[in-house]
């Protein structure tokens, strides 16, 4: 955000016909200073409140069990009742496995 407002204070110096980098260096300092205080602030700020959400949801999946049961996978027959295009787990990596040559990595060496 400090990039913006430095930006912003260069834009006005050519909007004004002022040499662009030269003219109102103060000005540019402050600017950039200003975006730089606003940036953290709006950083911290937005971290806290996704903290505090994250805290309460987390809270009430703790005491709520019920509401959260795992119903099952899509792994296995889910994939064969919807027709689904996508592979399961467990296929991809079988399928990983074969072209890679016995379980071994792309990366792996023998």
Same mark, same amino acid.
């Given at each position: ?30 600017? /950039?200073?200003? +975006? ?15 903290? #505090? %959400? ?18 099952? /996978?899509?792994? +296995? ?15 991809? #990596? %079988? ?16």
């Amino acid at each position: 955000m400090a990039g913006v407002f430095w930006l912003s204070a260069l834009l006005d110096n050519g909007l004004n016909r002022r040499p662009i980098l030269r003219a109102g260096v103060h000005r540019q300092v402050l600017m /950039t200073t200003l +975006g730089f205080c606003l940036g953290y602030y709006i950083k911290r700020y937005s971290n806290y409140y996704y903290a #505090e %959400r994250d805290r309460e949801l987390f809270s009430y999946i703790k005491h709520h069990p019920e509401d959260f049961v795992e119903k099952g /996978t899509l792994a +296995g027959s889910a994939f064969q009742e919807r027709g689904s295009k996508v592979m399961p787990p467990q296929v991809r #990596e %079988r399928k990983a496995a074969a072209f890679w040559g016995r379980g071994r990595g792309p990366r792996c060496s023998s």
